[in-house]
């Protein structure tokens, strides 16, 4: 079971649509030539995914509580795994995470606190009283740091590669949608041109459901939009590879905006007789 897990979550890390590159000018001249009729076509139907991004990557601090759930299927064999996870952040790159697992029974699994200060992460894994000291790209390159939450993820990837200047996020936030959706195109790789829009409903809430072609990267993504407050609220991921049938879903629980944070919210104080351990510690449910 936990190899099979292992294998789901490297999957997912290796072919992630938000694997962005390096970037510090992102004002810089972009070659728009392969789309200037794209760009126009998908603008407008693409609004309201372009716009609820650029409104959670304009936050400066928040809180997001969510709830991550990881099947995999291959013949004969099954599994399931729910992650509840509580990540607080402050941009452009200070996290605090916590994540447990539930069984499908509802009995909580495994429990792990991850904390970054902006340049390193620390995992501590409270069941073995271990912990492991990372440097943030490297961290943001596995499946750990999927696992702070697939927005999260985003959010983290886009502000530590935009750079730590305010004015710089700033300036980010209000790119007119046009310039935004070539960054988005760019940077995040993802193909809008094919993207699948309508309408689902799930609990008595209609979303506008965006069907984003990620195939030449193993995965189809679906964000689902509330069009009400532009936010997207959940993010679904599926693919297979090697005769694995995989899915992740995520759905935000909450979301707040905190007036404050305290600075001792990104330090990490090794419990009493932790030990450290040299690689980094994986993150699973058993």
């Known amino acids: 079971m936990k190899s099979l897990l292992t294998l789901c979550l490297n999957l997912f890390v290796a072919g992630s649509v938000f694997d962005i590159e390096a970037n510090s000018n992102i004002n810089r001249t972009i070659n728009h030539n392969n789309f200037p009729v794209l760009i126009a076509q998908i603008q407008t139907s693409v609004s309201p995914l372009i716009q609820s991004g650029k409104n959670f990557l304009s936050l400066e ?36 995470s916590q994540i447990a697992f539930v069984s499908p029974n509802g009995l909580e699994g495994k429990s792990y606190k991850i904390i970054s200060d902006g340049d390193l992460v620390w995992i501590y ?24 939450g697939t927005l999260s993820y985003f959010y983290l990837n886009t502000r530590n590669n935009i750079g730590s200047s305010k004015i710089i996020a700033s300036f980010l936030a209000k790119l007119p949608e046009d310039r935004l959706l ?17 309408n689902e409903t799930i609990n008595d809430k209609t979303y506008q459901v965006y069907d984003i072609d990620a195939l030449d990267r193993g995965f189809q993504v679906k964000a689902f939009v509330n069009p009400q407050e532009n936010s997207i609220e959940r993010i679904h991921l599926s693919g297979t590879k090697d005769g694995l049938e995989l899915a992740s879903q995520e759905r935000v629980t909450n979301l707040t905006i905190p007036e404050s944070i305290s600075p001792e919210t990104f330090v990490f104080i090794p419990p009493d007789e932790a030990e450290q351990v040299e690689q980094q510690i994986t993150i699973a449910p058993f």
């Open 61 to 96: 601090q928040y809180e997001l509580e969510s709830i991550m759930e990881i099947t995999g299927d291959i013949p004969g064999r099954s599994f399931i795994s729910d992650a509840k996870i509580k990540t607080i952040v402050e941009a452009p790159n200070k996290f605090n």
């Open 125 to 148: 894994d409270f069941a073995t009283n271990q912990y492991s000291v990372s440097e943030l790209r490297q961290f943001l390159q596995t499946r750990e740091g999927l696992l702070a």
């Open 182 to 198: 070539r960054y988005f195109q760019r940077y995040n790789k993802l193909n809008l041109q094919n993207s699948v829009i309508k």
